[in-house]
């Protein structure tokens, strides 16, 4: 089942008129491009500068060629493909300094074993073998021993272990535990912050999610968390942001769900379903629009095959977006977050079955449009204020702010400005198509001058901060 696990200036103060507002995010538009034909991933793509000249490369082992390989970016997104090792059926995992030197090591594994290529800092890589079996695995310093160690999930034989480190790159096995039915999805943090490291898996067939406490000696105790149909990924992340660790899971066939298992300090998790109806995977959970929140990118690769991001409006309430389609059967799949473009949002990388293909999908951050007319307001008059690009038929919230000009400073609770309810955005467009929400605004007239500044907010979007002023 789990062949590939992928392991990896103005202050102002608003007055909201019809609700309170805090979130500052931004509309995202989703460009494809195709990087290499032919070519399907195996675990995990990575994103980093891994030749060292500023700007993001990829990293990845083909999945039917059998090689590890990356593709150096030549500053403009235009990819050559080199060759690490011609023979290698893996699946990626991690690409770090693995043995301490100061340069980009790459971890695999397969099914038949844990590996690492040695970079020898010039991109020359020795193969070297860290255990002859294999599963999903983790590369973190479970000891805390200032080396990097290895936990991994094995299928047949049931097993979760730990791969000490000596500090030589020898690694020795411990068994955590022989009863874990079929483990899958696997991830490793400190849960109970006591300042060492857990762990955290799932079972596909066993229907379970467990976690194993680490009593700071390496010595764990299992604890169930929830049983639920066919648990797939895992990732362990404060999705709440109320300092401590949540799991959020995705799930297939049985399942078709994505779920949050909310941490209540004590280790208590309470369920929380984000969305259903598919097969998901839940790849990455980061700050997607740059709004403080942490959202969900997560996919089907089978049936309706697509990969898509789910925004937290800040309140874990989750609303779906579609990146990217591959259809019927297929769907992008080997998805890392990172920079790529080096333009200051999260792009994505990946590739896109059963098309073949090594993908990248351009993330670029689109503020919603605020116009003001007429500019500048004139005291005494009706206007009107259009917030444009909104999500159809959906109700915007306008905020504003006013500020004297000098010494004929107008305090705030002085000026009133006249709203009407804003018709919903989408009402004079086609269905689908992004819409204006309107206010008609009324500007006393006696008072001296002033100005406005103005934002619209929506859910998920809040709009550029435009100025006016208010001429007599």
């Known amino acids: 089942?789990?062949?590939?696990?992928?392991?990896?200036?103005?202050?102002?103060?608003?007055?909201?008129?019809?609700?309170?507002?805090?979130?500052v995010a931004e509309?995202?538009?989703?460009?494809?491009?195709?990087?290499?034909?032919?070519?399907?991933?195996?675990?995990?793509?990575i994103i980093l500068d891994y030749d060292g000249d500023s700007d993001n490369d990829i990293l990845f082992a083909e999945y039917h060629k059998n090689y590890l390989a990356w593709m150096e970016n030549d500053g403009n997104q235009k990819y050559t493909e080199r060759i690490i090792d011609a023979n290698a059926d893996v699946g990626l995992r991690a690409a770090l300094d693995f043995d301490g030197d100061s340069d980009f090591d790459i971890v695999c594994s397969s099914g038949s074993g844990m590996f690492w290529w040695e970079n020898d800092g010039n991109l020359n890589f020795t193969r070297r073998t860290i255990a002859n079996e294999g599963g999903g695995i983790q590369v973190v310093d479970m000891d805390d021993d200032g080396d990097w160690d290895v936990v991994s999930v094995i299928e047949n034989p049931s097993?979760?272990?730990?791969?000490?480190?000596?500090?030589?790159?020898?690694?020795?096995?411990?068994?955590?535990?022989?009863?874990?039915?079929?483990?899958?999805?696997?991830?490793?943090e400190d849960i109970d912050g006591d300042g060492d490291m857990d762990i955290v898996a799932t079972s596909y067939w066993g229907d379970n999610v467990s976690w194993w406490e680490n009593d700071g000696n390496e010595n764990f105790t299992r604890h169930t968390i929830r049983n639920l149909n066919n648990v797939t990924s895992v990732h362990t992340v404060d999705l709440d942001l109320d300092d401590d660790v949540d799991i959020v899971v995705g799930t297939g066939d049985w399942g078709r769900e994505i779920w949050w298992l909310e941490n209540d300090g004590f280790e208590i998790f309470t369920l929380h379903k984000i969305c259903g109806g598919h097969q998901y995977g839940v790849h990455a959970v980061d700050d997607i629009d740059g709004d403080g929140n942490l959202d969900l990118v997560a996919g089907c690769h089978w049936e309706e095959g697509y990969l898509g991001w789910w925004e937290n409006d800040g309140n874990q309430n989750f609303y779906m977006d579609v990146i990217a389609s591959g259809g019927h059967n297929g769907g992008p799949g080997s998805i890392c977050l990172g920079d790529l473009d080096q333009d200051g949002d999260l792009d994505i990388t990946g590739d896109i079955y059963p098309s073949r293909c090594l993908a990248w999908w351009e993330s670029e951050l689109i503020d919603p449009a605020v116009t003001i007319n007429p500019t500048p307001l004139v005291a005494g008059q009706n206007a009107t204020f259009t917030a444009s690009r909104f999500e159809p038929f959906t109700e915007t919230y306008l905020a504003f702010t006013l500020s004297g000009l000098g010494s004929k400073y107008v305090p705030l609770l002085d000026v009133t400005l006249h709203l009407?309810?804003?018709?919903?955005?989408g009402d004079m467009v086609v269905s689908g198509d992004k819409g204006d929400a309107v206010w008609d605004l009324t500007v006393p007239a006696n008072y001296c001058p002033f100005l406005i500044w103005v934002q619209a907010a929506q859910h998920g979007q809040t709009s550029k901060?435009?100025?006016?002023?208010?001429?007599?």
Not at 167 to 185: E, R, S, T
Not at 420 to 425: K, S
Not at 465 to 472: A, D, G, K, R
């Open 1 to 23: 089942m789990c062949k590939a696990m992928t392991i990896f200036g103005l202050i102002m103060g608003f007055v909201f008129v019809g609700m309170a507002w805090t979130a």
């Open 27 to 45: 509309e995202i538009e989703w460009t494809e491009h195709i990087i290499q034909q032919d070519t399907m991933a195996s675990g995990t793509t």
């Open 159 to 188: 097993e979760v272990d730990w791969w000490e480190n000596d500090g030589q790159m020898i690694f020795d096995k411990h068994l955590v535990d022989a009863n874990y039915y079929k483990p899958c999805g696997m991830d490793v």
């Open 420 to 425: 009407n309810r804003p018709r919903q955005a």
């Open 465 to 472: 901060v435009l100025q006016t002023e208010v001429v007599w």
